[in-house]
C-alpha cells in the first residue's frame, strides 16, 4: 500500500506563477486535507474535504484553491504564488466513524515549495 | 491564534532520560488529543491519543497524562532513545469535527 502520496517533492517558483501540489491516497478515505507547515508554527489547515465533490476552507486559505473530483485525490492549486507561500505542504487522509473524533490522519511526505 | 499552547520549542536530554512536552488548551469543546511524531523529511504520524475521561495512557516508553481542570496534557518519554529524536506535535478536536488544532511542535534531541 502506498498510502498518501505528494509529488513534486521540492519545488521553486518565481513570484507570480502558478502550480499544483499533486495528492493522491490508495486507502479510500473520504476526508482529505491540506496543511501548510512553517517553522515554529505547527500545522495550518489550508483546506479540506469530506467526499468527492465537497470542499471547505480551512484556517489559512488565501491563495489556494482545491478540488476534489475523486475519492482518491485532492489537487492544491497556487494561482499566483507569493513569498508568503514558501512552506512545507502536507496532504492528509483519514476515514472518521460516524459521531466519532479524527482517530488517525495519516500524512504524505510532503512538498517542499519555496517562492522567490 | 493557536488554539493548542505548545511547550518547549525543544529540548535536548541524555540516553536513557525523561522528556517532557507539555500542551495547554482553551476550548472545552474539545474531545480527542493526540501527539503526532515527525522524523526529518517525513510527515507527522500518529503516535499516541487520550480522550478526556482518562487522566493517563502508556503506551510503551510513552504516556500521556490529561488534566481536565487544567485543560492541559503532556507527553512524557520514559528512557529517551537516540531513535525518539524527532518533532513531537499536539494537537486536539472536537467531537464530529474532523479537523484538528496543532501545537507549534517541539523538536527532541536525544545525545548518546
Known amino acids: 500500500n502506498a498510502g498518501v502520496t505528494q509529488t513534486p517533492k521540492f519545488r521553486i517558483l518565481k513570484i507570480g506563477q502558478s502550480m499544483t501540489l499533486q495528492c493522491t491516497q490508495d486507502?479510500?478515505?473520504?476526508?482529505m486535507y491540506w496543511y501548510r507547515q512553517d517553522p515554529g508554527m505547527g500545522l495550518k489547515l489550508i483546506y479540506y474535504?469530506?467526499?468527492?465533490?465537497?470542499?471547505d476552507k480551512g484556517e489559512v486559505p488565501n491563495g489556494y484553491n482545491v478540488s476534489r473530483s475523486t475519492t482518491e485525490d485532492f489537487p492544491l492549486r497556487l494561482e499566483l504564488a507569493a513569498p508568503s507561500q514558501t512552506s512545507v505542504y502536507f496532504c492528509?487522509?483519514?476515514?472518521?466513524?460516524?459521531?466519532?473524533?479524527?482517530?488517525?490522519?495519516?500524512f504524505g511526505s510532503g512538498t517542499q515549495l519555496s517562492v522567490l | 491564534q493557536q488554539q493548542v499552547k505548545q511547550s518547549p520549542q525543544s529540548l535536548i536530554v541524555q540516553k536513557g532520560g525523561i522528556s517532557i512536552i507539555n500542551c495547554a488548551y482553551e476550548?472545552?469543546?474539545?474531545?480527542?488529543f493526540p501527539w503526532y511524531q515527525q522524523f526529518p523529511g517525513k510527515g507527522p504520524a500518529l503516535l499516541i491519543a487520550?480522550?478526556?475521561?482518562?487522566s493517563e495512557k502508556k503506551e510503551g516508553r510513552f504516556t500521556i497524562s490529561f488534566n481536565k481542570s487544567a485543560k492541559q496534557f503532556s507527553l512524557h518519554i520514559m528512557d529517551s532513545q537516540p531513535g525518539d529524536s524527532a518533532t513531537y506535535f499536539c494537537?486536539?478536536?472536537?467531537?464530529?469535527?474532523?479537523?484538528?488544532?496543532f501545537g507549534a511542535g517541539t523538536t527532541v534531541t536525544v545525545r548518546a
Open positions: 492528509a487522509s483519514s476515514f472518521p466513524l460516524e459521531g466519532s473524533t479524527n482517530e488517525k490522519l495519516f
Open positions: 486507502m479510500n478515505h473520504n476526508y
Open positions: 474535504s469530506v467526499g468527492a465533490g465537497i470542499t
Open positions: 476550548n472545552t469543546a474539545f474531545d480527542y
Open positions: 487520550i480522550r478526556p475521561d482518562v
Open positions: 494537537a486536539a478536536s472536537i467531537r464530529g469535527d474532523y479537523k484538528l488544532s
